[in-house]
Nanobody, 115 residues
Framework: VQLQASGGGFVQAGGSLRLSCAASGSRFSITDMAWYRQAPGKQRELVARIAIGGATNYANSVKGRFTISRDNAKSTVYLQMNSLEPEDTAVYYC??????????WGQGTQVTVSS
């Protein structure tokens, strides 16, 4: 399974970015997908998750600002990030988990938000 993340970059506070993660080598429609992030000196944390059936959950810090979605036909998961804050600066990682317990990670994409 390979996960290719893209869409990171540099943005001013209040701006928006859209991350994408394209999956290959797996049955995407039966995998839960998620975005995690890791800021310097901090542990990796869950940002948002979308289940096979489309149910979503978010970290409290991003609720109302971030939206996770998936396109099963394209084997791609997205993270729309609005009203970005400097505290959102981190490396963002795509994650997948299949029904057999297999867990996979993408390579990470840097998001930097300036104040």
């Amino acid at each position: 399974v390979q996960l290719q993340a893209s869409g990171g970059g540099f943005v001013q506070a209040g701006g928006s970015l859209r991350l994408s993660c394209a999956a290959s080598g797996s049955r995407f429609s039966i995998t839960d997908m998620a975005w995690y992030r890791q800021a310097p000196g901090k542990q990796r944390e869950l940002v948002a998750r979308i289940a096979i059936g489309g149910a979503t959950n978010y970290a409290n810090s991003v609720k109302g600002r971030f939206t996770i979605s998936r396109d099963n036909a394209k084997s791609t998961v997205y993270l729309q990030m609005n009203s970005l804050e400097p505290e959102d600066t981190a490396v963002y990682y795509c994650n997948s988990q299949n029904p057999w317990g297999g867990i996979y990670w993408g390579q990470g994409t840097q998001v930097t938000v300036s104040s």
